[in-house]
């Protein structure tokens, strides 16, 4: 089935070290999109991606960073992670940027900081 | 994007219809009404979508009122399953991004 994947599902990293989690789909969409959800929280919008057009949300902290190397792969790094940013990480794509396109989500990567 | 109102949580038996409400009272002309839930621990799941006219698929319908101020997600027999958090949003035409609100926490029961 075509799908969002995401790996690894958990992850632990130290405070600092930096960590990247990774995102594929087969669903050949040109759209891309990271959002954060932390504990009892909604998901929030870190950035997206169109095509290679990257675009990043006015409050997304310049410790995150996105890689989109080819249609299918997306990545998250964070540069130095905090313990604030223990959260779900989430990966979502849609077919376009219209909001008639609905988007897809991946099971996400729970991120746990030490 | 127009705010949405709605109820922090809902209660359903099982087999029964589950009907969550949702107030968007500010939204635009070109701003689409959007249902997604999310399962615990689970990435969230697209339900149905619509602009002006009622809307049925396969999991769900929405209801919108003519003035468009408010909606109406229906789960028509509601399963264990569909314990989740469901989030009401709107979005602007022509513009990608999802704004979460809080959502209303269903819970069905046996």
């Known amino acids: 089935d075509a799908m969002v994947i995401q790996n690894p599902r958990y992850q632990v990293t130290q405070f600092g070290k930096p960590v990247t989690l990774s995102c594929s789909q087969t669903?050949?969409?040109?759209?891309m999109y990271w959002y954060q959800q932390k504990s009892s929280q909604a998901p929030k919008l870190l950035f997206h991606y169109y095509d290679k057009d990257f675009n990043n949300e006015a409050d997304t902290p310049d410790n995150f960073q996105s890689r989109r190397p080819n249609t299918s792969f997306c990545f998250l790094d964070i540069r130095s992670p905090g313990l604030g940013d223990a959260a779900m990480y989430l990966c979502?794509?849609?077919?376009?940027?219209?909001?008639?396109?609905?988007?897809?989500f991946g099971p996400g990567t729970r991120l746990t900081v030490t | 994007d127009a705010k949405t109102t709605q109820p922090t949580s809902m209660d359903c038996a099982e087999g029964r219809a589950a009907n969550l409400p949702c107030n968007h009272s500010t939204i635009s002309g070109n701003e689409y009404v959007y249902w997604y839930r999310q399962i615990h621990s689970q990435g969230p799941q697209y339900i149905i979508h619509g602009l002006k006219n009622n809307e049925t698929n396969e999991m769900a319908s929405l209801i919108i009122t003519e003035d468009r101020k408010s909606s109406t997600l229906i789960l028509p027999h509601a399963t264990l399953r569909d314990t989740a958090v469901y989030y009401c949003i709107v979005r602007v035409a022509r513009y990608s991004t999802l704004t979460f609100g809080k959502g209303t926490m269903l819970l069905v029961s046996p």
């Open positions: 979502a794509t849609s077919r376009g940027t219209d909001s008639s396109y609905e988007q897809y």
């Open positions: 669903l050949n969409h040109n759209v």
